[in-house]
């Protein structure tokens, strides 16, 4: 029956204006969230899950704002979209203008100048110095699927080297480049063949200790590729610079580099997973340039567009035209709605410096997680880059993660109001996310509750 179902609320406003406080009004989540989460669960599939079933009415600058009147800090960003912000000034005037103006004609069929100039910013933000050429998609999965279809068509080989704890997407070929199983792989398969997972620099969990972490595991690549995968078959080699889904795991300092150059010696399209580091995300407008590396392929997302579905494949000219006229597109790839939002988030990001803003959050997260450390023996590693943080929980004594306690910290955090992510190949990574465009006060709000939570979840040491 469907006739007692309520008319869908209209929302408050959001945007840098909602006042930037923490405010508990209620249990969270409050009765208005508890009976739309039961609506919820008799109208959606099972398989989409919720991590925190509060449900959110406005948001801007640091907050999200739910149907109970709650204001919660926001660490997540929606999993680092909405680093301009929610409803950042400049997106919605761009967003409000196109959709008054028209909502979608498909670039396929009569193109529009949103589309190219978002392309045209693209190839310029992007590291190197050499012609480039973009297409645009609608989800990061796409974006990546139309990766590897490019290096495919310009090398004329099909093998594909990706690493272990990569997420690169839920679509069939990007569940194979995905690493974990649970849950995004269990029960889907059969999955895309030429996909050949090799060890990844993971510092913190290298046998022979974290600063020999770079080199040996790219020279254990370099080999598994010569002699494994075989350098003639392989047409991409797959990274993301920071691992996200897979626990912020920034690869050993040289891995990156020596990966590329080797690429590069032998014909292997190099393709960056940007799609949770991208667009300032980590004090970087791209996380490969921590390293200097040019990757020849980048795949964009998330970031991109302050909360719009877009995504992207940038880079040399000849590689992106390998793929024949008609190959690449969709029918809402670089939707023109999602590409006035493009604009209007890399004009804010130019605009509040937004790159050297994520290294100010560093300055004020890092030093704090680092302190949390020092007290808190379960604390097994501090690590990431501008607003991208975390840290690794283990049993004390031990690198066993424990994925209990990382949970028990989080739900504690949840319910003072801030919303933390985790992640990790092992569930035991607390992960920090904030809007760029979060205030100071708030931050450090945010860091007591934290704190708060790891002293009520766990015993100091
Ligand atoms: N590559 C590096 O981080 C998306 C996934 C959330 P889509 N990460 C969040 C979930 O559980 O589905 C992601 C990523 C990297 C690719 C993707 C895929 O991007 O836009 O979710 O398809």
Redesign the pocket.
Same mark, same amino acid.
């Given at each position: 029956m469907t006739d007692s179902v309520d008319l869908v609320m209209l929302p408050a406003r959001g945007g840098p204006s909602l006042p930037q406080e923490r405010r508990l009004v209620t249990e969270i989540p409050g009765p208005q969230s508890v009976a739309l989460f039961a609506r919820r669960n008799e109208a959606v599939a099972r398989g989409v /899950?919720t991590m925190l079933p509060v449900f959110i009415t406005a948001a801007g600058g640091g907050v999200l704002v739910d149907v109970d009147g709650n204001s919660l800090i926001d660490f997540g960003a929606g $999993? #680092?979209v909405v680093s301009v912000g929610n409803a950042a000034e400049q997106v919605v005037a761009e967003v409000i203008d196109q959709v008054a103006a028209f909502t979608h004609t498909c670039f396929m069929i009569t193109p529009y100048e949103g589309y190219v100039a978002v392309c045209e910013q693209l190839n310029a933000r992007t590291p190197g110095d050499f012609p480039k050429k973009s297409a645009l998609f609608? /989800?990061? +999965? &796409? #974006?990546?699927e139309n990766a590897v279809k490019i290096a495919r068509a310009f090398t004329g080989r099909s093998a594909v080297v990706v690493f272990e704890h990569a997420?690169? @997407?839920? =679509?069939n070929l =990007?569940m194979a480049l995905t690493a974990k199983n649970m %849950?995004?792989k269990h029960s889907f398969g059969p999955f895309a063949p030429e996909v050949y997972r090799l060890p990844m620099a993971y510092p913190y969990r290298w046998p022979t200790g974290p600063e020999n972490c770079g080199p040996e595991a790219a020279a254990a690549a370099i080999s598994a590729m010569k002699t494994q995968v075989g350098v003639d078959e392989i047409a991409a080699v797959l990274i993301?610079p920071i691992? @996200? &889904?897979g626990g912020f795991i920034v690869p050993g300092e040289g891995f990156l580099p020596a990966l590329s150059q080797f690429c590069t010696e032998n014909g292997i399209v190099f393709i960056a997973?940007? $799609?949770? =580091?991208g667009f300032a995300r980590t004090g970087e407008m791209f996380a490969v340039s921590h390293e200097n590396v040019v990757p020849d392929l980048i +795949?964009t997302?998330?970031g991109i567009a302050g909360g719009l %579905?877009l /995504?992207a494949v940038t880079g040399r000219a000849d590689i992106m035209d390998a793929a024949h006229v008609g190959g690449l597109g969709g029918t809402y790839g670089g939707n023109p709605v999602a590409c006035a939002a493009a604009l209007g988030a890399m004009h804010t990001i130019d605009e509040l410096d937004l790159v050297g803003r994520a290294r100010d959050i560093e300055a004020i997260m890092a030093p704090r997680l680092r302190e949390l450390a020092g007290r808190f023996a379960c604390v097994g590693d501090v690590r990431g880059r501008g607003a991208m943080l975390a840290v690794e929980i283990v049993k004390p004594g031990t690198t066993d993660p424990d994925a209990a306690t990382t949970s028990a910290i989080a739900k504690a955090c949840h319910a003072a109001g801030v919303v933390v992510l985790t992640a990790g190949t092992y569930g035991n990574v607390l992960r920090f996310l904030p809007p760029l465009v979060i205030p100071d006060h708030l931050l450090r709000e945010g860091l007591d509750v934290l704190e708060e939570a790891f002293a009520a979840s766990t015993k100091a040491s």
């Amino acid at each position: 029956m469907t006739d007692s179902v309520d008319l869908v609320m209209l929302p408050a406003r959001g945007g840098p204006s909602l006042p930037q406080e923490r405010r508990l009004v209620t249990e969270i989540p409050g009765p208005q969230s508890v009976a739309l989460f039961a609506r919820r669960n008799e109208a959606v599939a099972r398989g989409v /899950s919720t991590m925190l079933p509060v449900f959110i009415t406005a948001a801007g600058g640091g907050v999200l704002v739910d149907v109970d009147g709650n204001s919660l800090i926001d660490f997540g960003a929606g $999993i #680092a979209v909405v680093s301009v912000g929610n409803a950042a000034e400049q997106v919605v005037a761009e967003v409000i203008d196109q959709v008054a103006a028209f909502t979608h004609t498909c670039f396929m069929i009569t193109p529009y100048e949103g589309y190219v100039a978002v392309c045209e910013q693209l190839n310029a933000r992007t590291p190197g110095d050499f012609p480039k050429k973009s297409a645009l998609f609608n /989800s990061g +999965a &796409e #974006a990546v699927e139309n990766a590897v279809k490019i290096a495919r068509a310009f090398t004329g080989r099909s093998a594909v080297v990706v690493f272990e704890h990569a997420y690169h @997407g839920r =679509t069939n070929l =990007t569940m194979a480049l995905t690493a974990k199983n649970m %849950p995004y792989k269990h029960s889907f398969g059969p999955f895309a063949p030429e996909v050949y997972r090799l060890p990844m620099a993971y510092p913190y969990r290298w046998p022979t200790g974290p600063e020999n972490c770079g080199p040996e595991a790219a020279a254990a690549a370099i080999s598994a590729m010569k002699t494994q995968v075989g350098v003639d078959e392989i047409a991409a080699v797959l990274i993301e610079p920071i691992q @996200g &889904e897979g626990g912020f795991i920034v690869p050993g300092e040289g891995f990156l580099p020596a990966l590329s150059q080797f690429c590069t010696e032998n014909g292997i399209v190099f393709i960056a997973d940007e $799609i949770q =580091t991208g667009f300032a995300r980590t004090g970087e407008m791209f996380a490969v340039s921590h390293e200097n590396v040019v990757p020849d392929l980048i +795949a964009t997302a998330k970031g991109i567009a302050g909360g719009l %579905p877009l /995504s992207a494949v940038t880079g040399r000219a000849d590689i992106m035209d390998a793929a024949h006229v008609g190959g690449l597109g969709g029918t809402y790839g670089g939707n023109p709605v999602a590409c006035a939002a493009a604009l209007g988030a890399m004009h804010t990001i130019d605009e509040l410096d937004l790159v050297g803003r994520a290294r100010d959050i560093e300055a004020i997260m890092a030093p704090r997680l680092r302190e949390l450390a020092g007290r808190f023996a379960c604390v097994g590693d501090v690590r990431g880059r501008g607003a991208m943080l975390a840290v690794e929980i283990v049993k004390p004594g031990t690198t066993d993660p424990d994925a209990a306690t990382t949970s028990a910290i989080a739900k504690a955090c949840h319910a003072a109001g801030v919303v933390v992510l985790t992640a990790g190949t092992y569930g035991n990574v607390l992960r920090f996310l904030p809007p760029l465009v979060i205030p100071d006060h708030l931050l450090r709000e945010g860091l007591d509750v934290l704190e708060e939570a790891f002293a009520a979840s766990t015993k100091a040491s």
